[in-house]
């Protein structure tokens, strides 16, 4: 018999793929999480039915949700991760020798115990191996309320604004998010598809704008998110990710990326005019 897993990206429209093995299958205090293996994307989680990350394309969301803020900073050396248990952020964190400590804050400790079991290639240095890296499992709005001040970069790796992250897309969280970054800080949480969710964007920016004086939406090819265009809120308290960009320092940064380059990085701020529109 032959299985296979469908995700409805909209009451009429989805993306189906064959599934081999459920790998694990199991409910934390949180949400459900799956691990499965699919013949054309390799390892997949899904938490609570909804494409998370998957082995064939996770280099694309994590190459930028993390070098566009690291690369515009000067010299983050302090950097966070809200959300983000399958560990992919912080593995592309630390190919950044200037950076001292990356700390994780996930929520739910299930996560990150499968993610190092099953998807080793993402949790490579959430293992315990790397002294560099910092594991917290809290609630993210309560560990930066105590850790103001604190960080250069801020990443919110967080799943849509259902169940455990609705909070992370309120004006509240990102009043206490600018109190926890230095002032001279940057943090950059993922969007949302501009093709399906306009309405999500237009008040996700207005709650940034409302925080930060610089607030600016890049984009990315993602195949298994909803649509494949992706997009990312980019909110700074000083530095602006194109006119502040040190395009050189990217071009030398002496490490393998798979999809982010110094061109892409001003390539992807610059929108199309549906995706403005969506938060003007």
């Known amino acids: 018999m032959e299985m296979w897993y469908t995700e409805k990206h909209s009451e009429n429209v989805g993306i189906t793929m064959k599934v081999t093995e459920t790998l694990f299958s199991g409910k934390s205090e949180f949400q459900q999480l799956d691990i499965v293996q699919t013949l054309e994307y390799g390892k997949m989680m899904l938490l609570d039915g909804l494409v998370m990350v998957t082995e064939r394309d996770e280099f694309v969301y994590h190459d930028m949700i993390a070098h566009p803020a690291l690369f515009t900073h000067p010299a983050p050396k302090n950097v966070l991760v809200i959300g983000g248990g399958d560990g992919g952020s912080i593995r592309e964190i630390m190919k950044h020798p200037g950076v001292e400590q990356a700390t994780l804050c996930e929520i ?31 609630d993210g709005l309560a560990y930066i309320r105590d850790h103001q001040n604190e960080f250069d970069v801020i990443l919110v790796d967080s799943t849509d ?37 306009a309405d999500i964007q237009k008040a ?35 530095y602006h990710p194109v006119t502040d960009f040190d395009q050189q320092r990217a071009a030398n940064r002496g490490f393998h990326t798979r999809y982010y380059n ?12 549906f995706a403005r529109e969506n938060i003007a």
């Open 204 to 238: 996700m920016y207005g709650n940034l704008r409302n925080v930060f004086p610089i607030v600016e939406m890049y984009q990315a090819f993602i195949p298994t998110y909803p649509s494949g265009l992706w997009s990312f809120a980019f909110a700074s308290k000083k």
């Open 262 to 273: 110094e061109q892409l990085h001003l390539g992807a701020f610059m929108l199309p005019t």
């Open 161 to 197: 604004p259902i169940g455990p992250a609705v909070g992370l897309f309120e004006e509240d969280f990102y009043r206490l998010v600018h109190g926890a970054l230095k002032e001279d800080g940057i943090m950059v949480a993922q969007s949302e598809s501009p093709f399906y969710h």
């Open 108 to 138: 739910d400790g299930l996560v990150i115990e499968k993610s190092i079991e099953l998807l080793p290639s993402m949790a490579c240095e959430i293992d315990g191996s790397n002294s560099r890296v910092k594991l917290h499992v809290d």
